[in-house]
């Protein structure tokens, strides 16, 4: 993120909410919490190191140093020097007793001091070092059950932040109490000489704390996921958020003709909901942005079955709409200066006694029939009725996420989300939000191939796979341009990211990562900085000198 984003958006933010002074985030722990155990307390500190050269003595991070010198007396450099060679990127060495303050102190390595933005891996790797060095540090003292965790900004504190808050969270919602696995608080540490960006400390848990709440609603099983549960969620979740929810039912689909939607619910015993979630940051004359995420509680494929292997992750297929739930929710706890629309359609794609079936034609909104080749690619079907509706409110521009195909996972493997785009100037600040999260994303064609391949037919407008081998996600892309109304649209096929092995990021831990949350918060940042720097002509830019 540039210095002019932090200028013109998150700083005058913060200065709202800066209605009381931080505490608890300074070494003084001792005034602000006589009545803690020292011994749950834990601290993460950071050092340098060439990884190339396993002979590199290290460089302490200023607040390291300074705790080394102010209340170890060196004690810390010196055993860390003789546990062996410096711990290279997410490594950790574990220190006891060092004073009484914290009973222990992970020090994670953070590779070179030189290490920044990298334009062939599109990836600011300082900040990623930052992030890995955070959450394994953090995660080793909640191994310890240290009850609070303090981690000092390793000259980022929005990275250190999410990597901290990402790395701790666990999906342990349903477990039993006694077998749950202890989560510490978690909070910033710094020493008043060295600078410290608490505000940066502020957006990084806000947004982790977004994408942590993607996660839990992508891990609920579908039986206490369904569409009704999910909208009980959401209104439970932004009651208090300054978002407005409304739940629509089948009745009101029907008055607005989302016949495609409700085709695609049919199948299901459970009934169909569409949410719709507003939140003006702004003037309310302004135009707002249109999110827009994909809800299928479950997608079994219909009667094109899944196989079993497929099955098994199907109750992630709301992930659109489970990231649109939560950067809302964080759009809002963050007062960005922007109106928002968010669009989510909820439903299962069952094998019921009244599927749709392969063959069938739908006449949607529009006025053009759609043949449903295959039922288990049901993820456009359900977002075109979304998409012409959302041409009620004269958006900015449309922001759609789903899980379409995996096709994007035989390409990319779990690297970054497919990104398809109408507007150069989306994509540009599209992908300077992903350099800044660390989630990246990678642009495909529109082209108007993957059209004629969808419009090809004589019988009906538009079929929802169409001829041709392979490329399913460009293709999926091409048909939701049919239905596009008007105007800038940037979609986000997120299916290949929605889980995780445990390998992929270290501080997202093994099942569903949330992806891309704070991508799209960022996005949304981003776009207000370029609005008013330039109009709408410009992104903001990205440069190795980030703040």
Not at 79 to 107: H, K, Q
Not at 309 to 317: I, K, N, P, V, Y
Not at 401 to 406: E, R
Not at 485 to 499: F, R, S
Request: charged residues 20%; contains cysteine.
């Amino acid at each position: 993120m540039s210095f002019n984003v932090w200028k013109q958006v998150w700083r005058p933010l913060f200065k709202s909410l800066q209605r009381q002074p931080i505490r608890n985030i300074q070494h003084g722990v001792k005034i602000t919490e006589q009545c803690s155990n020292p011994a749950s307390r834990g601290l993460v500190l950071g050092v340098y190191a060439d990884e190339n050269d396993r002979l590199d003595i290290g460089v302490l991070t200023p607040t390291a140093a300074k705790y080394n010198e102010s209340y170890t007396s060196g004690k810390l450099l010196e055993l860390l020097r003789l546990a062996g060679p410096m711990p290279r990127r997410g490594e950790v060495r574990i220190f006891y007793n060092l004073e009484p303050t914290y009973s222990a102190v992970a020090v994670c390595g953070l590779g070179s001091m030189c290490l920044g933005y990298d334009d062939a891996e599109k990836l600011d790797i300082s900040k990623e070092a930052i992030r890995t060095a955070a959450s394994r540090g953090a995660m080793e003292l909640q191994n310890l059950e240290t009850s609070r965790i303090y981690v000092e900004d390793f000259g980022h504190a929005e990275s250190a932040a999410e990597g901290a808050h990402m790395g701790l969270w666990v999906n342990q919602e349903l477990r039993s109490v006694d077998q749950r696995k202890f989560v510490p608080q978690l909070q910033l540490y710094y020493e008043p000489e060295i600078p410290c960006d608490a505000n940066g400390w502020r957006i990084g848990m806000a947004k982790a704390e977004a994408q942590n709440l993607a996660r839990q609603l992508q891990e609920t099983p579908s039986n206490h996921m369904t569409p009704t549960t999910f909208a009980q969620n959401v209104v439970q979740i932004l009651c208090n958020s300054g978002v407005n929810v409304e739940v629509k039912v089948r009745g009101w689909a029907e008055d607005q003709q989302m016949t495609s939607f409700l085709t695609v619910a049919k199948g299901s015993c459970e009934p169909p909901i569409f949410l719709e979630l507003s939140y003006y940051g702004t003037d309310t004359k302004v135009a707002p942005i249109v999110l827009i995420g994909q809800g299928n509680t479950f997608d079994s494929g219909g009667l094109c079955l899944k196989p079993l292997e497929a099955l098994t992750d199907m109750r992630g297929d709301m992930s659109g709409a489970a990231c649109v739930v939560a950067a809302v929710r964080a759009i809002a706890a963050l007062k960005l200066p922007v109106n928002i629309r968010a669009l989510i359609p909820l439903c299962e794609n069952m094998i019921g006694c009244d599927a749709m079936k392969p063959g069938d034609v739908i006449t949607v909104k529009n006025g053009k029939s759609v043949e449903v080749v295959k039922t288990s690619n049901e993820a456009p079907l359900v977002l075109i009725d979304a998409l012409l509706y959302a041409e009620h409110f004269g958006p900015k521009y449309i922001v759609s996420t789903s899980t379409i195909s995996k096709s994007v996972l035989e390409s990319f493997g779990r690297v970054c989300c497919a990104v398809f785009t109408n507007s150069d100037d989306l994509w540009q600040r599209m992908q300077n939000a992903s350099i800044h999260t660390g989630d990246r994303v990678w642009r495909l064609p529109l082209w108007d191939y993957y059209t004629q391949q969808l419009c090809s037919v004589e019988h009906v407008d538009v079929q929802n796979i169409g001829s041709g081998d392979g490329a399913n996600s460009c293709k999926a892309a091409a048909f939701l341009r049919e239905f596009l109304p008007c105007g800038q649209w940037i979609h986000i096929d997120a299916l290949n990211v929605m889980k995780t092995k445990g390998s992929d990021f270290s501080y997202i831990r093994r099942g569903m990562t949330g992806r891309p949350t704070r991508t799209l918060i960022e996005f949304i940042a981003q776009s207000v900085v370029a609005r008013s720097d330039c109009g709408n002509s410009k992104p903001a830019k990205v440069t190795q000198q980030s703040y």
